[in-house]
T-cell receptor, first 109, second 113 residues
Framework: GQNIDQPTEMTATEGAIVQINCTYQ??????LFWYQQHAGEAPTFLSY??LDGLEEKGRFSSFLSRSKGYSYLLLKELQMKDSASYLC??????????WGAGTKLIIKP | IAGITQAPTSQILAAGRRMTLRCTQD?????MYWYRQDLGLGLRLIHY???????GKGEVPDGYSVSRANTDDFPLTLASAVPSQTSVYFC????????????FGPGTRLTVL
């Protein structure tokens, strides 16, 4: 079967760094996405990884290891507005997205 | 229209009633998708369309139907609503290609009583 695992909830302090992990087992792999979703809103795209390594985009970075079926999203210099759910999704062999349940990130002052 | 829109924003529906959720995009994307999102679960694909005139079944298609008469519109119909279809429904669209970043509509919150 296909499976995406990520922690249900994490708490971090404003100004700090947090790493959200995602492990996956899917039928085929054509890339991994991270999305951000604020409560009551639609998901919005953050990053895409298809090759191993780190992709950096401002305060956010995403890492992929295809051999380990593993990715993480790194958020630096946390701000209160970063309080949201972070969704990991893998594009399978049919180019459909398989979604994790999301990690709710709580930022405390 | 800017991006992707959905209607209605929310709806309360009696069980057994028919309901169509509307979705329109103005980005000329080939692919469109319908997801449902339930607490504690990831987004689950209901139906998709890779291009106008074609549709396919996702992970949870039972009780739902779709049509894709043109590029812009992708309505989702519940023929006879049941309480288990209470959920938040998101429509999304994407370009073709490897990095098919999906753009989401604002969602429809549906309650079936």
């Amino acid at each position: 079967g296909q499976n995406i695992d990520q922690p249900t909830e994490m708490t971090a302090t404003e100004g700090a760094i947090v790493q959200i992990n995602c492990t996956y087992q899917t039928s085929g792999f054509n890339g991994l996405f991270w999305y951000q979703q604020h409560a009551g809103e639609a998901p919005t795209f953050l990053s895409y990884n298809v090759l191993d390594g780190l992709e950096e985009k401002g305060r956010f970075s995403s890492f992929l290891s295809r051999s380990k079926g593993y990715s993480y999203l790194l958020l630096k210099e946390l701000q209160m507005k970063d309080s949201a759910s972070y969704l990991c999704a893998v594009q399978d062999s049919n180019y459909q997205l398989i979604w994790g349940a999301g990690t709710k990130l709580i930022i405390k002052p | 229209i800017a991006g992707i829109t959905q209607a209605p924003t929310s709806q309360i529906l009696a069980a057994g009633r028919r309901m169509t959720l509307r979705c329109t995009q103005d980005m000329r994307h080939n692919a469109m998708y319908w997801y449902r999102q339930d607490l504690g679960l990831g987004l689950r694909l209901i139906h998709y369309s890779n291009t106008a005139g074609t549709t396919g079944k996702g992970e949870v298609p039972d009780g739902y139907s779709v049509s894709r008469a043109n590029t812009d519109d992708f309505p989702l119909t519940l023929a006879s609503a049941v309480p288990s279809q209470t959920s938040v429904y998101f429509c999304a669209s994407s370009d073709s290609g490897d990095n098919n970043e999906q753009f989401f509509g604002p969602g429809t919150r549906l309650t079936v009583l």
